[in-house]
């Protein structure tokens, strides 16, 4: 088991200790379960209130706490309690998965694939055509990349992933279990004599660096080019792309957010969860759309959208006002 003292902690957070605690920290835990030799933090003035009933040894918390740390407990002084919290989290993350060789014997690897240097691939794992696999990515077990496709340098794909065709995945990204990158768009014509008719989807995926994508998410091919992600996009579990959208670099999609066809995504865009983004439409740089809104056009940059069919955020809270108002009045009549 992993443990430490309050000093050796604060070696590494660079903040400033009020109080102190003889006991060692084995772990981190919310304020509300910690136990006496474990760490927690407090990143919002509106928690303060739990620290008293927390038997958390100690807190790491913003410049401007409110309170004190009690009889042999402390908190560590931070800029920013909820960043210095991650690298707390790093100091006691468990292991990665074992690898006992460096590429499984069950792993099916095309002879023209390139596999670099220090890469790592599991059992299960399918390696076609011309796939190239940057310097120390792991891939691990059950993994397929299909035809000509790219991963970049230290990038993990998680087990169950499907790459296919043509996909090109940039340095440093992370795509967790099963998700899909490359899979045809949703593209559909009506004919009188067939019915509908498949659209032949025949572009790609290109990702950027430092991109994360999580479990269950799909990013569709692009029906002539590609569907791109810029670098330091991070995306949440069943996220659905779809084919052609263009995404700035660091823009977040939360949980069941969902973009159509030819979305554009400036710099900096967040999507709420369960958000949803008609086709071609374009959203400017830093704009937020909250969770569950539904967007028909254009944002232009900075603005802050909710409701279904999206308005400016203060614009939807004066409707939702004026609507209880009127519930309230009907009810009393």
């Known amino acids: 088991?992993?443990?430490?003292?309050?000093?050796?902690?604060?070696?590494?957070?660079?903040?400033?200790?009020?109080?102190?605690?003889?006991?060692?920290?084995?772990?981190?835990?919310?304020?509300?379960?910690?136990?006496?030799?474990?760490?927690?933090?407090?990143?919002?003035?509106?928690?303060?209130?739990?620290?008293?009933?927390?038997?958390?040894?100690?807190?790491?918390?913003?410049?401007?706490?409110?309170?004190?740390?009690g009889e042999n407990r402390a908190f560590i002084k931070v800029k920013n309690a909820d960043l210095a919290m991650s690298q707390v989290l790093e100091m006691f993350a468990p292991p990665t998965p074992i690898f006992r060789t460096e590429i499984h014997s069950t792993a099916v690897i095309d002879e023209s694939a390139?596999?670099?240097?220090?890469?790592?691939?599991?059992?299960?794992?399918?390696?076609?055509?011309?796939v190239i696999v940057g310097d120390n990515s792991t891939i691990y077990p059950n993994v397929t990349i299909l035809d000509e496709s790219t991963i970049g340098k230290n990038s993990v794909i998680w087990s169950g992933t499907v790459i296919r065709e043509r996909c090109q995945i940039g340095n440093d990204c992370i795509i967790h279990p099963n998700a899909t990158i490359g899979a045809d768009g949703f593209g559909f014509r009506p004919d009188p004599q067939r019915g509908l008719v498949k659209i032949p989807q025949i572009g790609n995926v290109i990702i950027g660096n430092n991109v994360e994508i999580g479990a269950n998410s799909c990013i569709d091919r692009g029906k002539f080019s590609s569907t791109v992600l810029g670098d330091g996009c991070k995306i949440d579990n069943l996220v659905q792309i779809g084919h052609n959208s263009k995404l700035g670099m660091f823009c977040i999609m939360a949980g069941n957010s969902g973009l159509a066809g030819?979305?554009?995504?400036?710099n900096g865009v967040i999507i709420g969860g369960s958000a949803s983004i008609k086709d071609h439409t374009s959203?400017?740089?830093?704009?937020?759309?909250?969770?569950?809104?539904?967007?028909?056009?254009?944002?232009?940059?900075?603005?802050?959208?909710?409701?279904?069919?999206?308005?400016?955020?203060?614009?939807?809270l004066k409707q939702w006002a004026i609507l209880k108002r009127l519930v309230n009045e009907s009810k009393k009549k």
């Not at 009020?18 to 919310?30: D, L, M, R, S």
């Not at 390139?114 to 011309?130: D, F, M």
């Not at 030819?262 to 400036?266: A, D, H, K, P, Q």
Request: net charge negative; charged share 20%; glycine share 12%.
């Open 114 to 130: 390139t596999i670099c240097n220090g890469v790592r691939i599991g059992a299960g794992c399918y390696i076609g055509p011309k």
């Open 262 to 266: 030819s979305v554009t995504l400036g």
């Open 1 to 69: 088991m992993k443990s430490y003292s309050i000093h050796e902690i604060n070696e590494i957070l660079k903040g400033v200790i009020v109080g102190n605690t003889f006991h060692n920290i084995t772990a981190p835990e919310q304020l509300e379960v910690a136990n006496e030799s474990e760490i927690s933090f407090i990143g919002n003035k509106k928690y303060e209130k739990l620290w008293a009933t927390s038997a958390a040894c100690v807190a790491v918390v913003n410049e401007d706490i409110s309170i004190e740390p």
């Open 283 to 316: 959203i400017g740089d830093g704009a937020i759309v909250g969770a569950g809104s539904g967007v028909t056009g254009d944002i232009e940059a900075g603005k802050t959208m909710l409701g279904y069919p999206a308005v400016e955020a203060r614009d939807a």
